[in-house]
C-alpha cells in the first residue's frame, strides 16, 4: 500500500475521502452550479503519492490545491498540503454523460500530499497557498468553504466510516488549471498567517 508521512511516522491510509464544489469562486470559474448537499467523491490508496508525477497517456491535467487533513477516531489530527489531480477533458465527458468521475480523479497518482503534521489548534484559522513557477496560482482559507471540515465529516458519516489514517480532502479555491512536466509547485498551510507546512514538487 502507498503511505503518508506524519511526523516522520509512515501512515498507510485505506481512503481518501473528497469533498467537491466547496468554494464559491472555484464553482464559478468551472460554471457549475453550487450544489444542494455535499458531493462526495474517493480517492483509492493506489491514487496517494508524495511525487507529483504527470499521468501517463495524457496531454493535459489540472491541479487542485487543497487543505488535507488526517483522521484519527474520527476527528482531525493532522493537516497537510494536499493537490487533487484531475483529467478535466475526461471528467467534463462523463459528467454530461451522468456517469461516475474515477476515470477522471483516481487515476495512479492523483491524490498528492505533503507530509503531515500532528494539528490541535482551531482549523478555522487554517490556509492554503499554492505557487507555481514562482507564480501564485491559487489561495484560499477555511472561512471561504460553504461546508467547514467538521460539518464535512459529519455528513461523510452518514454514509461512510473513517479508518484510523484515512484523509479528507476539503476543496480548492478558485485558480485551477494546467501543468506540464518540468513545473515547480510549492504548496503552503498556513495558521494565523504563518507557514506551518511547505513543500515543493517538481513535476516528473
Not at 493532522?78 to 493537490?83: D, E, T
Not at 471528467?91 to 487515476?107: D, M, S
Not at 503534521?117 to 482549523?123: A, E, N, R, T
Request: charged share 30%; aromatic share 10%; proline share 3%.
Amino acid at each position: 500500500m502507498n503511505k503518508i508521512l506524519l511526523d516522520d511516522n509512515e501512515i498507510f491510509s485505506s481512503k481518501v475521502v473528497c469533498i467537491g464544489r466547496n468554494y464559491i469562486e472555484h464553482i464559478k470559474e468551472l460554471k457549475n452550479e453550487i450544489p444542494e448537499e455535499m458531493v462526495f467523491f474517493i480517492k483509492p490508496n493506489s491514487s496517494i503519492s508524495n511525487k507529483l508525477i504527470f499521468p501517463k497517456n495524457q496531454n493535459s491535467c489540472h491541479y487542485e490545491a487543497e487543505i488535507s487533513f488526517l483522521i484519527k477516531d474520527n476527528k482531525i489530527s493532522a493537516v497537510a498540503f494536499g493537490l487533487d489531480l484531475t483529467l478535466r477533458k475526461i471528467q467534463n465527458k462523463l459528467k454530461q454523460k451522468g456517469l461516475p468521475w474515477e476515470r477522471a480523479k483516481a487515476f495512479d497518482g492523483a491524490a498528492v500530499f505533503s507530509k503531515f503534521i500532528s494539528f490541535k489548534d482551531d482549523i478555522s484559522k487554517l490556509g492554503i497557498e499554492l505557487f507555481i513557477n514562482g507564480e501564485l496560482k491559487q489561495k484560499g482559507d477555511i472561512s471561504m468553504m460553504i461546508n467547514k471540515p467538521l460539518q464535512i465529516i459529519k455528513e461523510a458519516n452518514t454514509f461512510l466510516s473513517f479508518e484510523d489514517g484515512d484523509i479528507l480532502m476539503s476543496g480548492t479555491p478558485s485558480g485551477v488549471g494546467e501543468f506540464k512536466k518540468g513545473d515547480i509547485f510549492v504548496g503552503k498551510i498556513l495558521f494565523e498567517n504563518k507557514i506551518i507546512v511547505e513543500e515543493e514538487f517538481f513535476v516528473s
